[in-house]
């Protein structure tokens, strides 16, 4: 059976990430290059001393912020708070009319046989931990930890299906909904996935992204990438992707991005704004190591290529983490595939001024990638000292943009790449 392939545009998109309420405050931010970071909290080191000094704290909001009754969300926890939230104003932002309901939902004409894709890469732990915290205690006679409860809820706040489920309850959503695991690329895989359920014509609008809640009462995510070796040193918290005095990644509790993909005739037949089109997607896999990237580079240059065949890229947002290894593997990936400065893209990584949200950030990229191209300008890499025969952009500029890419690489060897294109 043939099957005629369907455009696919990005009608919506929402973020909320650092201290960025919104994604025009975030895209404000980025252009300013406005870096927000705070110094460990003490009651994290009673018994660990970090190596990193700063991090970026999980946002503070609350759901009536966004429209959404805070009765909603009491068997949430903050990742699935944060991307119901993400969610709506995706939608607002896409043109959908959204009414509430007697039962805390929304009433939201156009999207019932819709679908959810999100990408998460640990799910909601903090409750988990306090859960488990007051399970053992009384077992083990830990009088300093009883005040730990344990969340009769703690099942269904924590399952990894949680965040697109809430989404599909709270907006009236009959079609898929699910969420995947790629570590750092997960967000970048659930755009991909949502993409295909519309190329192929399966579905005419689809909600994805990205989401991560590392928040926890004691620092102990973070302490686990700091045993790793992955966070950076820097005296200031600025992580230098892309810079020769980089050290490693600057830790986020957690962020989150949502999109809204759609079929391009049903776009434009409601009359909604377009940010970008998918043109393309593509994923691989390194089969080499569970944390560390393969330093030959062989499968992220595959994906690159995969999405950029004979087209001439105009933008590269780069995974960029600022770790030693994967700088410079992707730096010499890009030399390779796109030559000499003088003829590469415009390159930056957003998280050399956000830091790494884990599975929110290839989704929060994806969509900086998308107002890049509607907007035409570049925000700055955020670096100094930077690799040679680079082309970082290191200010926000103007910038004619055609094509652009979205990389995105995690732990366990998931490659990606989203290939968008202006409309």
């Not at 991307?83 to 043109?95: I, M, P, R, T, W």
């Not at 686990?224 to 918290?237: C, E, I, K, W």
């Not at 944390?291 to 290529?305: E, L, N, P, R």
């Amino acid at each position: 059976m043939d099957i005629k392939p369907r455009r696919v545009v990005v009608t919506g998109v929402s973020a909320i990430a650092a201290d960025s309420k919104n994604v025009m405050e975030l895209w404000t931010n980025l252009n300013k290059a406005h870096h927000f970071v705070v110094p460990i909290n003490e009651k994290f080191e009673k018994n660990y001393k970090y190596k990193t000094r700063f991090y970026v704290p999980f946002p503070e909001f609350k759901l009536d912020d966004y429209g959404i009754p805070s009765k909603a969300g009491v068997f949430m926890e903050e990742n699935s708070k944060i991307a119901v939230s993400c969610a709506k104003q995706a939608l607002e932002d896409a043109g959908f009319n959204m009414q509430p309901t007697s039962k805390n939902t929304f009433d939201v004409p156009g999207i019932n046989d819709a679908g959810v894709i999100i990408g998460m890469s640990l799910g909601a732990l903090r409750t988990a931990f306090n859960s488990v915290t007051s399970h053992i205690s009384s077992h083990l006679n830990l009088d300093e930890f009883k005040a730990f409860r344990f969340n009769r809820m703690v099942i269904p706040i924590t399952m990894d299906s949680c965040v697109a489920a809430w989404i599909s309850i709270l907006f009236g959503i009959n079609g898929p909904a699910f969420s995947l695991n790629t570590s750092c690329a997960s967000g970048n895989y659930a755009i991909g996935e949502a993409y295909k359920k519309i190329y192929y014509g399966e579905r005419k609008v689809m909600i994805t992204g990205g989401v991560e809640c590392f928040k926890d009462d004691n620092g102990s995510i973070m302490r686990g990438f700091d045993t790793l070796g992955a966070l950076t040193h820097s005296s200031d918290g600025k992580p230098q992707s892309f810079s020769n005095d980089r050290s490693g990644f600057l830790f986020s509790e957690g962020g989150c991005g949502m999109l809204i993909l759609e079929e391009y005739e049903h776009a434009l037949q409601r009359g909604a704004k377009i940010y970008a089109e998918i043109e393309d997607c593509s994923f691989t896999s390194d089969s080499n190591n569970i944390v560390q990237m393969d330093d030959a580079g062989t499968q992220i240059m595959q994906v690159v290529k995969n999405v950029s065949s004979n087209r001439k890229i105009d933008y590269f947002n780069a995974h960029g983490t600022a770790t030693h290894l994967n700088d410079m593997v992707e730096s010499n990936m890009i030399k390779e595939l796109f030559g000499n400065k003088e003829t590469q893209p415009y390159i930056n990584s957003t998280k050399s001024i956000l830091g790494h949200n884990i599975g929110a950030s290839s989704a929060i990229e994806a969509i900086v990638t998308a107002m890049s191209i509607k907007e035409q300008r570049v925000h700055p890499n955020l670096s100094n000292n930077n690799i040679d025969n680079l082309n970082v952009v290191t200010e926000s500029m103007p910038a004619s943009l055609q094509y652009a890419i979205s990389a995105s690489y995690g732990f366990g060897g998931h490659n990606s790449a989203i290939l968008f294109k202006k409309v």
